[in-house]
């Protein structure tokens, strides 16, 4: 099922978690998906896509959601993987994985975006921008987005020569010509325009 902005969200009854990945767009590093079941109970505010929160809030969020949420998981798929799958089984994978890493099983998933979940544990819904719609799928892009980001600042540590720190392997225009100059590293991704640009493929 899938719902876009003009519809309402459905009712879902039993424990309901939000899947979300950070990272499809970048043309090195790892694709992260997050799962998250919160707890009513304990309530968190603040709640929302993470590409509109600053760092800082970003990082408060994703710790207050590790000790409140009822369970979280985050999977993480290779660049290898990626350029074996493509970025989308890639990231459909990521979030599947992730759902079914949970501590606790869920009744019904919510996806951010527009393709639901094959072979998933249970039901599952796609929502469009449910990043921003649902808070379940917020929290998982936050935990995505924290612990992605948190793995690029690795990556720079190891290929400090690419700016991994600054443009989180996004094609800014300077990591394309870093890339144009001196070639990938082992963790670009083979199958993106721009790195088989600079392999001379």
Not at 23 to 48: K, T
């Amino acid at each position: 099922m899938k719902i876009t902005l003009l519809d309402e969200l459905p009712v879902i009854k039993g424990l309901l978690a939000g899947t979300d990945e950070a990272g499809r767009g970048p043309l090195a590093g790892n694709v992260v998906a997050a799962a998250v079941i919160l707890d009513p109970d304990q309530l968190i505010s603040g709640l929302d896509d993470s590409k509109k929160l600053s760092e800082k809030k970003r990082q408060s969020l994703a710790s207050e959601i590790k000790q409140k949420a009822l369970a979280w998981s985050v999977v993480s798929v290779s660049a290898r993987q990626i350029d074996e799958m493509n970025i989308l089984q890639a990231s459909l994978y990521a979030m599947r994985t992730a759902a079914e890493k949970l501590a606790v099983r869920p009744d019904h998933i919510f996806v951010d975006g527009n393709k639901t979940l094959p072979d998933c544990l249970c039901a599952n819904t796609a929502i469009i921008k449910g990043d921003s719609r649902v808070a379940e799928i917020s929290a998982a892009s936050i935990l995505a987005k924290v612990e992605r980001d948190s793995q690029m600042l690795v990556l720079h540590e190891q290929y400090p020569l690419y700016g991994f720190d600054k443009h989180k392997g996004y094609p800014t225009r300077i990591h394309r010509e870093i890339l144009d100059e001196i070639g990938p590293c082992p963790e670009h991704r083979r199958s993106y325009a721009p790195v088989r640009k600079a392999l001379g493929m």
